[in-house]
């Protein structure tokens, strides 16, 4: 059996895999009421409170409560993870020649300690391997490539799992595995041979915080639902021939409080909905732009406590700087904000208008970059300082209008 709560080696973790990653909430939490900036399109209501549970801000006891209601039979899949169809058969026959057992419980046991004994951490000038196969055949890699060998293999013999994210505490970013075996999930850490029972939280949770899981938990008509940056969050959006996306307030009696799809968001839609329990559209808004290319107006619940709209710009409660510019915006009207600095406004390819509001009183250098269509800026009278390159790389026809 793998070792429980066995000390930590000395191996350094670094994790690579990350950058997409923000911990952080993005919105505020002090619960403080503010006045709309913005009606919803008639016609239109923002989802009611219907009383489902917010998950606990600790990730470990968040993980758990969505695995108690999801079929760990969702997690039979590779997913997210690269591998061929022949690459799969050549690590289940090594299993089933080398590893497996009269129980599953057991050939469990032995994929987790056969991946502990013979994989090593990578190092130095080494080639480090993420691909589970890779890993399998070179044996050299870091902690997601552990993550994704063992993802594998116990695929491989029907023993559910998936790969998760996150923090190893104190340490840094990491990557690990929740396995489902004997009708109990378990929290295995291959890269440093240790294994939890997933319920046994307070004996991991200070050690393993994980913030993202590569499988989408539930799944409706009009959405896909996954873990996130530690969130319930929408993670796809299913064409409906609608021009609006309204997010839902709860899936299976849990609220969902981030809005921020992994894939493309196809179809027609242009509007975006947020109602009151949606905190978060993602740490790094890079993503929702990327993948909601078409979003041009956004609206807020007045409810909401933790974003709000203004002019179709998403701002998070009590800060003027905008969090979210929608990608298909043509005319962009800002929040006061006294000082714009670099790279305030960068790469909108659909904005041709910028209005700058009275109150605004320094536009620095690169302010505004690589808006390619900008025709107009205008900048108001309280404007005391604007730099000869704040509006730059944004062709040459654009036109400042001063009040």
């Known amino acids: ?25 993005c919105g505020k939490e002090d619960g403080s009421e503010r006045i709309p900036d913005k009606e919803p399109s008639a016609g239109i209501d923002f989802p009611e409170d219907d009383g489902a549970k917010r998950l606990p801000a600790d990730g470990a006891l968040a993980l758990r409560e969505l695995l108690t209601a999801v079929d760990p039979a969702k997690t039979l899949t590779p997913g997210e993870t690269k591998i061929t169809e022949k690459q799969f058969a050549e690590i289940k026959q090594f299993i089933d020649n080398n590893l497996k057992a009269g129980s599953k419980i057991q050939t469990y046991d032995n994929i987790f300690n056969w991946i502990v004994k013979n994989v090593r951490y990578g190092s130095g000038n080494e080639i480090i391997y993420l691909d589970p196969y890779d890993v399998f055949i070179h044996k050299v890699c870091v902690c997601q490539g552990y993550a994704n060998l063992f993802k594998i293999m116990c695929q491989s013999q029907d023993i559910p799992a998936m790969c998760v994210n996150g923090w190893l505490v104190g340490v840094g970013g990491h990557a690990w595995n929740y396995a489902y075996v004997d009708k109990e999930w378990h929290v295995s850490d291959p890269t440093n041979g240790i294994d939890y029972k997933m319920d046994d939280t307070g004996k991991y949770r200070d050690v393993l915080q994980p913030v993202r899981a590569d499988f989408n938990l539930f799944e409706d008509g009009k959405f896909a639902y996954n873990f996130e940056e530690g969130r319930l969050n929408v993670a796809e959006v299913k064409d409906s021939g ?47 732009s990327s993948n909601f290319s078409t979003l041009r107006e956004i609206n807020v619940d007045p409810a909401n406590k933790f974003l709000t709209a203004y002019k179709n710009v998403l701002y998070n409660t009590g800060n003027d700087a905008p969090h979210f510019i929608p990608p298909a915006i043509t005319r962009l009207e800002l929040k006061p904000v006294k000082v714009i600095e670099k790279n305030f406004i960068c790469r909108l390819e659909n904005v041709e208008e910028i209005v700058f509001a009275e109150g605004t009183e320094r536009i620095e250098a690169y302010a505004v970059e690589k808006c390619l269509n900008l025709r107009k800026v205008h900048v108001p009278s309280t404007v005391t300082y604007m730099d000869k390159d704040a509006i730059y790389d944004c062709g040459d026809k654009v036109e400042v209008i001063r009040k």
């Open 1 to 25: 059996m793998p070792k429980h709560e066995r000390h930590m080696g000395n191996k350094v973790l670094i994790m690579m895999l990350l950058a997409f990653l923000g911990f952080a909430s």
């Open 242 to 288: 609608l021009d609006y996306v309204l997010v839902p307030f709860s899936i299976n009696g849990f609220r969902i409080t981030s809005f921020c799809p992994v894939k493309k968001v196809n179809g027609s839609y242009d509007k975006l909905y947020l109602g009151s329990n949606v905190e978060s559209v993602g740490e790094n808004t890079v993503y929702l």
